[in-house]
Nanobody, 125 residues
Framework: QVHLAESGGGSVQAGGSLRLSCAASGYTYSGNCVGWFRQAPGKEREGVAIICGTSGWTVYADSVKGRFTISQDNAKNTVYLQMNSLKPGDTATYYC??????????????????WGQGTQVTVSS
């Protein structure tokens, strides 16, 4: 059974930075992906960044390219999301999720079998 736990959320001013962590237990990097998603009040959950496999192939949403970086530490079974140049529009609950590389679209939330409980990120102007 895969268990995911996010941490690192908080409140920052616009232009600031935060690093989120997703600690994964029971998870194998080979053949699988971990994605960071976010959901703001009244909006649908959307994908932010995804990392796959032991090689760490990555893909980003256009809205965060150049500002956010996803990475993984295989030894610590942890996936990180470094968020720089934060904007008020980045305010949301951030979730990490895991799926098989071969199951469904990378950006489809329904393709992800395992989810963490979420961590709140608030960016003030």
């Amino acid at each position: 059974q895969v268990h995911l736990a996010e941490s690192g959320g908080g409140s920052v001013q616009a232009g600031g930075s935060l690093r989120l962590s997703c600690a994964a237990s029971g998870y194998t990097y080979s053949g699988n992906c971990v994605g960071w998603f976010r959901q703001a009040p009244g909006k649908e959950r959307e994908g932010v960044a995804i990392i796959c496999g032991t090689s760490g192939w990555t893909v980003y949403a256009d809205s965060v390219k150049g500002r956010f970086t996803i990475s993984q530490d295989n030894a610590k079974n942890t996936v990180y999301l470094q968020m720089n140049s934060l904007k008020p529009g980045d305010t949301a609950t951030y979730y990490c999720a895991a799926k098989s590389f071969y199951s469904g679209s990378m950006w489809d939330v329904r393709a992800y079998n395992y989810w963490g409980q979420g961590t709140q990120v608030t960016v003030s102007s």
